[in-house]
């Protein structure tokens, strides 16, 4: 048996073993599962883990709201009303430059607030978009970022899986981070256009209008951009409006949710038994490897407390002597940092329960639950970061797949305007905490 292997060398293992390429969940049980053996913790503690796994993970009635909501993106992005969506949108704007560019942000927001599914937003938008704003002639640059930003408003926006797991880590309420995060998504997404209208008046050749124009009438541009908006509207209503109401929990909603998917998908006649066997394939093994990773988290936090990890964390960050405000710098920065090597799942199920104890004791000006919202919606913007942060952002690997004649460098390029956006919004929110909390705090 090995002495004194402390959290130090746990958490020196535990990103050696994330460089190894092995899946995160074995790795956090591994490391969790070794050092405990190697330090001579009694088998019956490890037993905490199993109980801790199964009374917080397995038999969560919140987590029930991950798969319905995954299951409830996967239908909507089948039944094809994002598609018709994007046509009326694009005829709505065809003679203005950068007109793609808007309807893509609109699509992009209004299946974030429908969805919350970033891989499926980003294949979606990607396979509508790209080739219209390639014969258009836009800056391939601007067009991946774009592409690749606004895709990944659906872990920010409600119904967001990652607030429901960020709720659950924290013991804050969802319903709140909800509310919380609806102004913050607004306001990031009122940055993203800003962005868009400085480039289509200032450098109008990156965005150019298309040459060629379908001939419609105005009149009916609107016609059927509000029919083709009525479907995703009343999603979105039956979702955030039953919360946000306190007509139904968030779990409930997800299930209001999934069966408003399903009857729309029955109404566009695509709820085929392939569309149905896909989606269920898909949140089976969205919703898996969720759980696998809190699983593994879940281990890795009992056996790092138990050989002191608060305490090493505590001195670490010395709160009792430093100001909160650079405590949570602190913590900001080295989430952002992470962002770049793992995935938002693995940030919010390893780092979140270490950070937010001491997040808790902090003293902000605000009651202690305010904070823990403020807190979360900031760490939500911040993990948002980690889909488009090389080298291993989702989204850029999203859009690659679907577009693999585009480098892989011009993608990475394309995103860093949106990513130094997104890090705006993120000061934003910490100087001005009123813009998370005022919504959840007026519906009180």
């Known amino acids: 048996m090995i002495e004194h292997l402390g959290p130090e060398l746990m958490l020196l293992g535990l990103i050696a073993g994330i460089f190894t390429g092995y899946p995160v969940a074995f790795v956090l049980a ?35 709201a991950i798969p319905l909501f995954v299951f409830m993106g996967l239908m909507l992005e089948r039944s094809g009303i994002a598609e018709r969506l994007m046509r009326s949108l694009a005829a709505l704007f065809q003679r203005t430059p ?10 992009g927001v209004i299946m974030a607030a429908s969805t919350g599914i970033i891989g499926a937003s980003v294949v979606m938008m990607g396979m ?15 067009a991946s970022g774009l592409i690749a930003s606004s895709g990944t408003l659906g872990i920010l926006l409600p119904p967001s899986i990652m607030l429901i ?22 306001v990031l997404s009122g940055m993203y256009f800003l962005y868009l209208g400085s480039v289509a008046v200032f450098a109008p ?6 040459e060629r124009i379908e001939t419609r009438s105005l009149a009916e541009t609107v016609q059927s951009l509000l029919r083709d908006l009525v479907a995703p509207m009343l999603l979105i209503l039956s979702v955030l409006g039953t919360i946000v109401a306190g007509i139904a929990t968030p779990t409930e909603s997800a299930a209001i949710g999934a069966a408003g998917a399903l009857i729309l998908a029955l109404l566009s006649r695509k709820l085929t038994r392939r569309a149905m066997t896909g989606a269920l394939y898909e949140t089976t093994k969205t919703t898996a490897m969720i759980v696998f990773v809190m699983i593994g988290a879940s281990i890795f936090s009992v056996v790092f407390r138990r050989l002191g990890g608060d305490a090493m964390i505590l001195d670490l960050f010395n709160i009792e002597e430093t100001s909160p405000y650079v405590v949570l710098s602190i913590i900001m920065v080295l989430v952002f940092i992470l962002g770049f090597i793992l995935d938002w799942v693995e940030i919010t199920a390893v780092v979140v329960p270490i ?6 004791q902090l003293d902000f000006g605000l009651p202690a639950d305010q904070v823990m919202i403020w807190f979360g919606i900031a760490l939500a913007v911040n993990l948002q970061t980690s889909f488009l942060t090389p080298p291993f952002g989702y989204a850029l690997f999203y859009l690659r797949g679907i ?12 995103v860093l305007p949106f990513v ?24 009180r």
């Open 355 to 360: 950070v937010a104890p001491i997040v808790a």
């Open 205 to 210: 050749h990156r965005v150019p209008a298309p």
């Open 403 to 414: 577009a693999p004649e585009l480098p892989i460098t011009t993608i990475y390029r394309g």
């Open 98 to 107: 950068g007109g793609y560019a808007f309807s893509v942000m609109i699509i």
């Open 165 to 186: 797991i960020l709720g659950d880590q924290m013991r804050v309420s969802v319903g709140d981070l909800f509310m919380a995060a609806i102004v913050p998504g607004l």
């Open 420 to 443: 130094f956006i997104q890090i705006t919004a993120l000061l934003l929110v910490i100087l001005f905490p009123a813009i998370a909390l005022w919504l959840p705090m007026a519906m």
């Open 30 to 64: 591994g490391i969790g599962i070794s050092f405990a053996l190697l330090n001579g913790v009694p088998m019956l503690f490890l037993s905490m883990g199993v109980q801790r796994i199964y009374s917080g993970t397995l038999t969560n009635w919140l987590l029930v």
């Open 128 to 142: 509508m978009s790209l080739p219209a704003m390639r014969e258009a002639k836009y800056d391939m640059k601007l």
